[in-house]
């Protein structure tokens, strides 16, 4: 059975960080890209970063050069460094892992930025 599991969300002031991890189970991350999406209330999930199996990043233009992705296969997990969090963040955050059509969701943590 696979799962992700993310987890590192809360509540941060603005220009604050957090950093958010996704630990997998019942696969191996490191043949599968992985990926992060957010949801914002009354909004739909939208692309906030990847990393290919080779370790290269892509971004959303709202969150470059603030936000960082990285795997460490041996852990079989990802990670999201989130910095000069704004209140726009505030979201519900999955982790995905992807190969080919084949595709798994985490449940999703909660990050809310406000003062």
């Known amino acids: 059975q696979v799962q992700l599991v993310e987890s590192g969300g809360g509540l941060v002031q603005p220009g604050g960080s957090l950093s958010l991890s996704c630990a997998a189970s019942?696969?191996?991350?490191?043949?599968?890209?992985m990926g992060w999406y957010r949801q914002a209330p009354k909004k739909q999930r939208e692309f906030v970063a990847t990393?290919?199996?080779?370790?290269?990043?892509t971004y959303a233009d709202s969150v470059k050069g603030r936000f960082t992705i990285s795997r460490d296969n041996a852990k079989n997990t990802v990670y999201l460094q989130m910095s000069s969090l704004e209140p726009e963040d505030t979201a519900v955050y999955y982790c995905?892992?992807?190969?080919?059509?084949?595709?798994?969701w985490g449940q999703g943590t909660q990050v809310m930025v406000s003062s």
């Open positions: 995905k892992a992807g190969l080919g059509q084949r595709a798994y």
């Open positions: 990393i290919t199996v080779g370790g290269s990043p």
């Open positions: 019942g696969i191996f991350i490191s043949q599968y890209a």
